[in-house]
């Protein structure tokens, strides 16, 4: 027996680099599967603390929800480690270069594509506005988003950098999460969870 798709959760410590400052971070690993195969969302500092959460599961797929160091650093590595392929918009290519001149990632995702893993759904959600190739992962069956640095418990995320953009980030929020249930449980790239009905009370759905 498999089990049932489940999602599996880890912190992880490093640091975040961008516009010539560097700042220590703590990032929420997840891991969505049943006992047999899983996916990881993004790779942020330490391919042991990641390797933690998966176990002997075979992994599927890696999913950047974003291009900034601290999610996709060790990516490459881990991608050699677990032999599967990295997935990641190609409108983050200029920020994912910041960081990996030598590898590209493997597959581009695009707003509304549907990636499949043990049994169950994860869609797809171009949202730029934190980074331009910004997504999130749907998973109604488990009725959770994961939303890398879209959105935060307590509101959107940071627009104060390059290639980055607040007005732009309101608009994705909006229109592309709070159109889910108010109940959806959101998973964070930092920080606690919240849900899609709390947020939208603190930012306004207008």
């Known amino acids: 027996m498999s089990g049932a798709v489940r999602v599996d959760h880890a912190v992880t410590s490093g640091t975040f680099s961008l516009d010539g400052e560097t700042f220590d971070v703590e990032n929420n690993i997840w891991v969505v599967g049943d006992d047999e195969e899983c996916i990881v969302i993004d790779a942020p500092h330490s391919v042991d603390d990641i390797i933690a959460v998966v176990g002997t599961r075979k992994v599927r797929a890696i999913v950047c929800t974003h291009a900034h160091d601290d999610h996709v650093r060790v990516a490459p590595e881990l991608r050699e480690l677990v032999v599967a392929p990295i997935l990641l918009h190609p409108d983050d290519r200029t920020l994912w270069t910041m960081t990996h001149l030598d590898h590209l990632w493997d597959v581009d995702l695009s707003d509304g594509q549907v990636l499949a893993v043990a049994g169950t759904t994860l869609r797809v959600l171009h949202t730029p506005g934190h980074a331009p190739g910004a ?3 749907y ?7 994961f939303t890398g640095d879209t959105l935060f418990q307590g509101g959107p995320g940071a627009t104060g950098r390059s290639f980055s953009d607040r007005p732009t980030l309101e608009a ?5 999460l709070f159109a889910l249930p108010d109940d959806t ?3 964070t790239g930092h920080g606690a969870d919240t849900t899609i009905g ?9």
């Open 135 to 137: 997504v999130c992962l």
């Open 139 to 145: 998973a109604p069956d488990l009725g959770c988003v």
């Open 172 to 176: 994705s929020i909006r229109a592309n």
């Open 185 to 187: 449980v959101v998973h």
């Open 198 to 206: 709390a947020e939208a009370a603190t930012l306004g759905r207008d």
